[in-house]
């Protein structure tokens, strides 16, 4: 059985796809900008944009 760990920092969750809530669109974490933010990659616009730490630790990975 394999365990499933959860990303705890910011930095553990840079590389990873991950959707805005449980039917947003899919993001890519590129980087991250201070403690608090993280820069984004929307994946189906391209739009990059600064989002906070604690909203994508709560959101769902993508799949």
Known sequence: ???IISP???A???GSFRSFGDY???Y???STVNGKNL???VVQ???ELDYPVDQAL???EAK
């Open 1 to 3: 059985m394999q365990t």
């Open 8 to 10: 705890q920092t910011a």
């Open 24 to 26: 947003g669109p899919v």
């Open 39 to 41: 820069h984004v990659r």
């Open 45 to 47: 616009t391209g739009e």
């Open 12 to 14: 553990d969750l840079v």
């Open 58 to 60: 709560e959101d769902p």
């Open 28 to 30: 890519q974490v590129v």
